[in-house]
T-cell receptor, first 113, second 116 residues
Framework: DAGITQSPRHKVTETGTPVTLRCHQT?????MYWYRQDPGHGLRLIHY???????DKGEVSDGYSVSRSKTEDFLLTLESATSSQTSVYFC????????????FGDGTRLSIL | AQKITQTQPGMFVQEKEAVTLDCTYD???????LFWYKQPSSGEMIFLIY??????QNATEGRYSLNFQKARKSANLVISASQLGDSAMYFC?????????????FGQGTRLTINP
């Protein structure tokens, strides 16, 4: 299995509080991604990174920011959490060969009350 | 914009039967890739099979094969001799390479239930 660790695995917090999710990889892959999964929508891309300090927006980036200060870590921050951000968040990694699949972490279940 | 459509929200199949999960896609790109992932009830995303747009043969991986019909823009997953452990959500995804990263666009998924 690809070495991807997401933390925390579960979190419950209140509206308006800041939340940071962490993705850590041991594969030295260049690309890292954050997705959210909601019923009826499959997975949707929030942000992605193509190198240290290089990030870009995905399909549903509003309300989220990311940072990547080291190859192995990719952080997703909700500056002021809202109930609409209640979701399951997946981190994924991929290498430079586009024919190789993305590998996913086990997900973080986030509930905003 | 790229789009993936999975028209079967749920499917019920008898154990040992073959099953086909539908996936159609929309893209104006000539070069693209299609992936299938399995998500069991435990929640993890498991890669199953990949098909590149220029691959001349349909991809196969053990009991999984991909029925790729480029002209019809379909990439259906075929599972032969289904097993109880195949019960899961299945997602079709397309690679969007614009900008360099391998961004995936997912369909809504199909929930497959294998009955004994």
């Amino acid at each position: 299995d690809a070495g991807i660790t997401q933390s925390p695995r579960h979190k419950v917090t209140e509206t308006g509080t800041p939340v940071t999710l962490r993705c850590h990889q041991t594969e030295n892959h260049r690309y890292m991604y954050w997705y959210r999964q909601d019923p009826g929508h499959g997975l949707r891309l929030i942000h992605y990174s193509y190198g240290v300090k290089d990030t870009d927006k995905g399909e549903v980036s509003d309300g989220y920011s990311v940072s990547r200060s080291k190859t192995e870590d990719f952080l997703l921050t909700l500056e002021s959490a809202t109930s609409s951000q209640t979701s399951v968040y997946f981190c994924a990694i991929s290498d430079s060969d586009f024919n190789q699949p993305q590998h996913f972490g086990d997900g973080t279940r986030l509930s905003i009350l | 914009a790229q789009k993936i459509t999975q028209t079967q929200p749920g499917m019920f199949v008898q154990e040992k039967e073959a099953v086909t999960l539908d996936c159609t896609y929309d893209t104006s790109d000539q070069s693209y890739g299609l992936f299938w992932y399995k998500q069991p009830s435990s929640g993890e995303m498991i890669f199953l099979i990949y098909q590149g747009s220029y691959d001349e043969q349909n991809a196969t991986e053990g009991r999984y094969s991909l029925n790729f019909q480029k002209a019809r823009k379909s990439a259906n997953l075929v599972i032969s001799a289904s097993q109880l452990g195949d019960s899961a959500m299945y997602f079709c995804a397309m690679r969007d390479q614009r900008g360099g990263a391998q961004k995936l666009v997912f369909g809504q998924g199909t929930r497959l239930t294998i009955n004994p």
